[in-house]
Every structure is written in C-alpha cells, then in structure tokens.
C-alpha cells in the first residue's frame, strides 16, 4: 500500500528595512508602510515580500509545511526579484478558520495575493502540492503570471487510480484520522527522505507534519487525491512555458507530460529526498535561476 501512497504524495522574517541618518539628530526616521492585511475565502493569508523588481518570484509551498521552507531562496534572489512567500491557509501563521481545503480554494489564495498586492510578471514557484496550487492560480491570473516553476512533483501526469488504489488511499486516510501524529511520522520517516538526507532535515520536516493543522491536512490530502484527473486536465489548457526541478530518487514520467501539449523542461536536482530547496539549496537556486531565465 504504501509504495503506491508514495507517488501519491510526491506528486506533489524578513526586517522590515529602516533608513537611519548617519549621527544626524535632525534627521527623521523612515518608516515602512503598514503591511496590507490579505483575506482570502474568510481567513488571513501570512505572507512577506522582498526586494523590489519588475519581475516576482512568489513561492508556494507543499503539504503540511510553510513559508519558511524557502528561506535559502529568499536569501539568493531578492536582490535581483520581487521575492514573496506566503503560508497557505491551515499551515503555519495563515488563518484555520475554514470547513474545507481544496486545491482549487488555495488557487483563490494565491490568485488573491497577486491581484491585492498588484503584482506583475508573476513567477508561481510550487513545492510538492503547491505544484497544483499554483497551476490552478496561473489559469486564474493569466494577465501575470508568465511562468510556473514545480518542485519535485507533476511526476506522475497521467497516472489515475484504480478502484484498488483507491480504497488503499481510503484506509490510508481513515488511518490518519485514527492516529494521525503516528501515521504521519511513520510515513515520512519512511517515504520522504533519501539515505543522504541530513538527520536535523528529517527531524524538522517530521516535527512540522506531526504538528500542522489535523483538518487542513487530511482534507487537503483528500483534494490533492481528486485533483488527478483535473490536474491532467488543467495542464492542457496551460499556455505559458512550465519548468520543473525534481528529485531524481523517483523518476518524472514524460509520457504523461507530453501528452498534455503543455510546453515543459525538467531540470535535474540531484538524488534528494522530497525537499531539494532545503536538501541541496545552492544546486536548487542554480537551477531555479536557469528555469527562471529559459523560454
């Protein structure tokens, strides 16, 4: 059972800057804006900027983790991009306050970050879920969002369930419903990871799934689930360029790509775990900077 759990889940602080005068008591103080305060479907979106260009890198990251797993690219790029990270609803400081968590919703969000931030030339980077997160915000933003970047996922495109794969998903999740600190920690420990994953990595990403929102983590692993056939779908009606940095410990099947006619690259991250951006993270910015510059 769960071999074929694993392809399912792999599909898928910044200061605010003050400007002092140097030794001059006449000189004021220049103090940034408020922050603008983002709802999106009745609950707050945490989110924070960086840097200030034409072209954003917005950053949405993957099941049962948050922004902060983008830290080494903030640091790498947000002298030469808008940078912006956010935190999904029912992950890290985002609001809990909703009855269901679907794919298409954290579309909405991000959908909604761009459009009351006002962001332009708009670069969707997806780890993991976030993959289909932001596929389904590119096709609501097609004004601004020129291109999308996945993160060790669409590996499986193409690929649906049987009847038997699917009632071993369902008892997968009644058991997360069980038990879901000890499932949880069972899986990734066993399915997450690559034997060159460091130790304080692992122990991390365990500690953040073993404490994410229960409910925003099985409904949302219950949408990812029925998005396959959508998510096939929705590729097909992609129109702007798709580049991906995945892990090679699982392989990414072309056909399935292919089939779709969107117009895709794979860039190779090395023998990783699910988490390349933290794993390898000055591999990682190499090749995002490439996907980021090729057509």
Known sequence: MMTK??????????????????????????????????????????????????????FVHGWCINQTYWEHQVEAFCDRYKVVTIDLPGFGNSGNGREEWTIEDYGEDVSAVISLLGLKHVILVGHSMGGDVILEAALKQKDEVIKLVGVDNFKDVGVFFDESTRAEIDAFVNLLKQDFDEVIKGYADTYLFHVSTDSLVKESVINDYVNSNTLAAIGSFESLINYVEKEYEQLGRLEIPLSLINSNATPTLNAGLDST??????????????????????????????AISSN
């Open 5 to 58: 759990l694993k392809r399912v889940v792999l599909f898928f602080a910044l200061l605010p800057l003050v400007w002092l005068g140097c030794n001059n008591p006449s000189t004021q103080t220049e103090e940034e804006p408020p922050k603008t305060e983002i709802f999106s479907g009745g609950v707050k979106i945490d989110y924070n900027v960086c840097g200030n260009a034409d072209t954003t890198l917005l």
């Open 261 to 290: 006619g969107v117009h895709y690259r794979v860039y190779d991250a090395g023998t990783t775990g699910h988490f390349p951006m933290i794993e390898a993270p000055d591999k990682f910015n190499e090749l995002l900077e490439i």
